[in-house]
T-cell receptor, first 113, second 109 residues
Framework: DAGVTQSPTHLIKTRGQHVTLRCSPI?????VSWYQQVLGQGPQFIFQ???????GRGNFPDRFSARQFPNYSSELNVNALLLGDSALYLC????????????FGPGTRLTVL | RKEVEQDPGPFNVPEGATVAFNCTYS??????FFWYRQDCRKEPKLLMS???SGNEDGRFTAQLNRASQYISLLIRDSKLSDSATYLC??????????FGTGTRLQVFP
C-alpha cells in the first residue's frame, strides 16, 4: 500500500510569492493534518481537515490556508511568502478524526530566498 | 513556557550504553502521549505510544507520570542505528499533535 505522498519534494521561491503544496493521504484515511518544521525545531501544527471540513487550526497567520478535496487529498497554500516560511512542510493522515497514530509523508522542503 | 519541553542534547553515547530522555508537558488535560523518531531530513515516524502503566518494546521503555506531567524514554543496549532525533509528542484533542523540539542522539562505535 502506498503511504502518504507529498509534492513537490523541494521548492525554491522568492519573498512575496505564493506556493501550493499537495498531499495525498493513505487510501481510506479521511483526516489530513499539516505541520511546519523549521530547522532545529519540532513540527508545529498548522491545520487539520476531516471529511473536507477544517477541524483545527494552529497559530499561523491568515497567509496560510488549506482545503481538502472529495478524494481526501489536500492542498496547503501560503501567500506573500516570507523568509521565515522556509521549512519542511509535513502532511499526516489518519483514518479517523482522533485518537490513533498519524502517518507522516516525506514532506516538502520549501526555501524562500 | 513551552507546551512540550525536551533537552535538545546532543547525547553522545557509545554502543551498548543505556540512555534516557525526559520530557515535560504543560497541559494537564493532554490525552495521548508518544515518542516519534526522526532521522536527518526525513519525516517523523512513530516509535511508541506511552501509557500510564509504562510500556516496553524490545530495547525501548516508555513511562508516563500524569501527576508530574512527565514522560520518559529509555533505550538499552544502544545501536549505531539508534542515532536520530527523538521527539516527545502530546495529543490534546482531535488530531493536533504537539511536538517538543526533539533530543538528538548520536551513538558512536
Amino acid at each position: 500500500d502506498a503511504g502518504v505522498t507529498q509534492s513537490p519534494t523541494h521548492l525554491i521561491k522568492t519573498r512575496g510569492q505564493h506556493v501550493t503544496l499537495r498531499c495525498s493521504p493513505i487510501s481510506g484515511h479521511k483526516s489530513v493534518s499539516w505541520y511546519q518544521q523549521v530547522l532545529g525545531q519540532g513540527p508545529q501544527f498548522i491545520f487539520q481537515y476531516y471529511e473536507k471540513e477544517e477541524r483545527g487550526r494552529g497559530n499561523f497567520p491568515d497567509r496560510f490556508s488549506a482545503r481538502q478535496f472529495p478524494n481526501y487529498s489536500s492542498e496547503l497554500n501560503v501567500n506573500a511568502l516570507l523568509l521565515g516560511d522556509s521549512a519542511l512542510y509535513l502532511c499526516a493522515s489518519n483514518p479517523r478524526l482522533a485518537g490513533t497514530q498519524q502517518f507522516f509523508g516525506p514532506g516538502t522542503r520549501l526555501t524562500v530566498l | 513556557r513551552k507546551e512540550v519541553e525536551q533537552d535538545p542534547g546532543p547525547f553522545n553515547v557509545p554502543e551498548g550504553a543505556t540512555v534516557a530522555f525526559n520530557c515535560t508537558y504543560s497541559n494537564s488535560a493532554s490525552q495521548s502521549f508518544f515518542w516519534y523518531r526522526q532521522d536527518c531530513r526525513k519525516e517523523p515516524k512513530l516509535l511508541m505510544s506511552v501509557y500510564s502503566s509504562g510500556n516496553e518494546d524490545g530495547r525501548f521503555t516508555a513511562q508516563l507520570n500524569r501527576a508530574s506531567q512527565y514522560i520518559s524514554l529509555l533505550i538499552r543496549d544502544s545501536k549505531l542505528s539508534d542515532s536520530a532525533t527523538y521527539l516527545c509528542v502530546v495529543n490534546e484533542d482531535t488530531d493536533k499533535l504537539i511536538f517538543g523540539t526533539g533530543t538528538r542522539l548520536q551513538v558512536f562505535p
